[in-house]
């Protein structure tokens, strides 16, 4: 079991920025890889970022780098996205997700997920 609850979203103006948090727990909630993705109205859901349980190396789609940064706390049972510079393309419902082993772009490889946070980037 594993539960994964998101938290900091909001509304902000463009070139704001916010920090989202996914906090996991749960009985199988160790040794997890985990990953944002974000599904804007109407759209697929798509890759955002990711990191792996261990050594924390970090993926970014390429509409992010630059601008979010991906970290976990030292336990590892938290992880942020530091979001800056926001566009109002970045207007989306986020989710974190995780998965046993390695990190990967796919969100068919994630068996966990939250519930999702509102991120809306509006002037």
């Known amino acids: 079991q594993v539960q994964l609850v998101e938290s900091g979203g909001g509304l902000v103006r463009p070139g704001g920025s916010l920090r989202l948090s996914c906090a996991a727990s749960?009985?199988?909630?160790?040794?997890?890889?985990m990953a944002w993705f974000r599904q804007g109205q109407g759209n697929e859901r798509e890759f955002v970022s990711a990191?792996?349980?261990?050594?924390?190396?970090?993926d970014y789609a390429d509409f992010v780098k630059g601008r979010f940064t991906m970290s976990r706390d030292s336990a590892k049972s938290t992880v942020y996205l530091q979001m800056n510079s926001l566009k109002s393309e970045d207007t989306a419902t986020y989710y974190c997700?995780?998965?046993?082993?390695?990190?990967?772009?796919?969100?068919?490889?994630?068996?966990?997920w939250g519930q999702g946070t509102q991120v809306t980037v509006s002037s």
């Open positions: 997700a995780a998965k046993v082993g390695g990190r990967t772009r796919s969100s068919s490889d994630y068996a966990y």
């Open positions: 749960g009985r199988s909630a160790v040794m997890l890889a």
């Open positions: 990191i792996n349980w261990g050594t924390p190396t970090t």
